[in-house]
């Protein structure tokens, strides 16, 4: 019976350890380049990839909370740079948020993507590890970011 019960103690004890390595880690998770790889419209069912979106476009996350945006289009190169701050989403958010981020623009806002004329734009990043706008609820489009 003693060897049981150490057999138990030692499997539960591996169990949770191996759990922690498991856990998520916010800030690995936003640190990176991350990639426009998918627009949608907010009007219409409609979505564009590749070639057939109307810019590209990436974000540079730093372990500093420095960002940079990028992006090209046929109206030029357009850079972007401030400071961002993120929380992690409630466990009883319904949404599909798990980390939700706060850029402050200190310069290039005229790529900003926002409902508001405050100078900042929110992003989320999903449980499925993709990085999303949240300009589609004020009729932009709806923006879908990989991380490279």
Same mark, same amino acid.
């Given at each position: 019976?003693?060897?049981?019960?150490?057999?138990?103690?030692?499997?539960?004890?591996?169990?949770?350890?191996?759990?922690?390595?498991?856990?998520?880690?916010? #800030?690995?998770?936003?640190?990176?380049? %991350?990639?426009?790889?998918? /627009?949608?419209? @907010?009007?219409? !069912?409609? +979505?564009?990839?590749?070639?057939?979106?109307?810019?590209?476009?990436?974000?540079?996350?730093?372990?500093?909370?420095?960002?940079?945006?990028?992006?090209?289009?046929?109206?030029?190169?357009? #850079?972007?740079?401030?400071?961002?701050? %993120?929380?992690?989403?409630? /466990?009883?958010? @319904?949404?599909? !948020?798990? +980390?939700?981020?706060?850029?402050?623009?200190?310069?290039?806002?005229?790529?900003?993507?926002?409902?508001?004329?405050?100078?900042?734009?929110?992003?989320?990043?999903?449980?499925?590890?993709?990085?999303?706008?949240?300009?589609?609820?004020?009729?932009?489009?709806?923006?879908?970011?990989?991380?490279?």
């Amino acid at each position: 019976m003693k060897n049981f019960i150490l057999h138990t103690l030692l499997l539960t004890t591996f169990l949770l350890s191996s759990c922690k390595d498991d856990e998520f880690q916010p #800030q690995s998770a936003i640190r990176g380049e %991350w990639e426009l790889v998918k /627009m949608g419209s @907010s009007w219409t !069912a409609e +979505v564009q990839e590749g070639d057939e979106m109307a810019w590209t476009e990436t974000y540079v996350f730093r372990s500093n909370n420095t960002f940079e945006k990028t992006r090209n289009s046929a109206d030029g190169e357009f #850079q972007a740079s401030g400071t961002f701050t %993120w929380r992690e989403a409630e /466990m009883t958010d @319904s949404s599909m !948020a798990r +980390v939700y981020l706060t850029l402050t623009f200190q310069s290039g806002e005229e790529i900003l993507g926002s409902c508001t004329q405050d100078g900042n734009e929110e992003l989320i990043i999903t449980h499925q590890e993709e990085l999303r706008n949240t300009w589609g609820a004020c009729d932009g489009p709806i923006l879908h970011y990989r991380k490279k």
